[in-house]
C-alpha cells in the first residue's frame, strides 16, 4: 500500500494480535488495539483475552491433565471489523504489527482484512513472538503519541528488531516441533537436559541446556544480556510450576549493572500451546541512547 504524505493533524492509530501478551491495561495506556488469536482447548474455541484469560488457560490444562491443544489466527473478517471500526473512530492510518509471518498466518488474514477497508493499513512484519512483539507495538504507539508519522513509525519499529534477543526453556520439545518451530535435530541436542532456545532479530536456535534451575538461570541471563548495550528486560511467567525460573532469572537480571529494567509479563495461551506450559525466559533490547 502507498504511503500518504505526512499530515500533522494525521490520527494514527497501532493494532496487534493477541501474541503480544499484553495485559488489557497495558494495551489500553498505551492505545494500542489487539486483535484476539483463537485458542482451542480439546475442541473448543476460545478468543484470547476476551473468552480466555491466561489464569483459565493454566487451570483448565492442570485440571484436564493432558489436553489437545492449538491455535488459529484471526480471520481476515476480524481484522476488516478492527480495522473498519477505528476509521469509524476517525482514524486516517492504521499501523498493524503482528506475530512473525515465518511461523503464522495472522500477518497474511490481516493483509486480507486491510483489502476490505478504506482507510490505509501498514502492515509490518514484527518477526517476532510473544512480548517482543508487545515490545513493538508499545514502542509504535509511544512513538504515535509523541507525533512521528506513520513512515516514522514503521522505521523505528524495524531498527528496533535485529537488536531485540529472546530466550526460553524448552522442557518438552513435542510442542515447537509440532508448531514447525524447531528442526528435529536440535530436538535432541541436549539429551537428558532441558534445552535453552534463543536468538536475536526473531530467529532462534538451541544455545545451551541444563539440569539445574541455577544453570539455566544463568545461561538465560548470560545470553539476555549479551554485547556492550546497557538493556531493557523482560522475564516471563508461564504455568505456576515456573516461578522458581521466573523469579530466578529476575534476580540475577536485576542484579546487573548493564539492566536499565526488569518487566515481568504473564505468558498467554497462544504462546504456550507452542513452548510447553512449563517454559520460562524472556526478552532483552538495548535502551534507547546507548
Not at 490444562?61 to 489436553?67: R, S
Not at 498493524?96 to 482484512?113: D, E, K, P, Y
Not at 528442526?183 to 544455545?207: P, S
Not at 522475564?235 to 542484579?255: K, N, Q, R, Y
Request: glycine share 10%.
Amino acid at each position: 500500500m502507498r504511503s500518504r504524505p505526512y499530515d500533522p493533524c494525521t490520527f494514527l492509530a497501532v493494532v496487534t494480535d493477541s501474541s503480544a501478551q499484553l495485559t488489557a491495561a497495558e494495551a489500553a495506556a498505551a492505545g494500542v488495539t489487539v486483535v484476539p488469536i483463537v485458542v482451542t482447548i480439546d475442541g473448543s474455541a476460545f478468543l484470547e483475552g476476551i473468552e480466555l484469560s491466561p489464569e483459565d488457560f493454566y487451570a483448565r490444562v492442570a485440571d484436564a491433565g493432558d489436553v489437545a491443544l492449538s491455535t488459529s489466527q484471526p480471520s481476515p473478517g476480524a481484522f476488516a471489523e478492527v480495522y473498519q471500526r477505528l476509521a469509524e473512530e476517525g482514524v486516517d492510518e492504521i499501523i498493524s504489527i503482528h506475530v512473525t509471518a515465518s511461523s503464522s498466518g495472522t500477518l497474511n488474514a490481516a493483509r486480507l482484512g486491510a483489502a476490505e477497508v478504506d482507510v490505509p493499513v501498514h502492515l509490518v512484519d514484527s518477526n517476532m513472538t510473544s512480548y517482543g512483539l508487545g515490545v513493538l507495538a508499545l514502542e509504535a504507539a509511544a512513538n504515535v503519541r509523541t507525533g512521528h508519522s506513520a513512515a516514522e513509525v514503521i522505521e523505528g519499529v524495524q531498527a528496533m528488531i535485529p537488536a531485540m534477543s529472546v530466550v526460553f526453556l524448552l522442557q518438552d520439545p513435542k510442542y515447537t516441533l509440532r508448531g514447525g518451530r524447531l528442526r528435529q535435530t536440535a530436538a535432541t541436542e541436549g539429551g537428558e537436559d532441558v534445552l535453552i532456545l534463543g536468538g536475536t532479530g526473531g530467529g532462534f536456535d538451541v544455545v545451551g541446556s541444563g539440569s539445574t534451575v541455577l544453570s539455566l538461570v544463568d545461561q538465560m541471563a548470560a545470553f539476555l544480556l549479551r554485547g556492550d548495550h546497557d538493556r531493557h528486560v523482560a522475564v516471563a511467567f508461564a504455568g505456576p510450576d515456573t516461578i522458581d525460573f521466573t523469579e530466578g532469572l529476575e534476580a540475577a537480571l536485576t542484579s546487573s549493572p548493564k539492566v536499565t529494567s526488569v518487566h515481568r509479563y504473564r505468558m498467554s495461551a497462544s504462546v504456550a500451546v507452542h513452548t510447553g506450559v512449563n517454559t520460562a525466559g524472556g526478552f532483552s533490547w538495548p535502551t534507547k541512547g546507548v
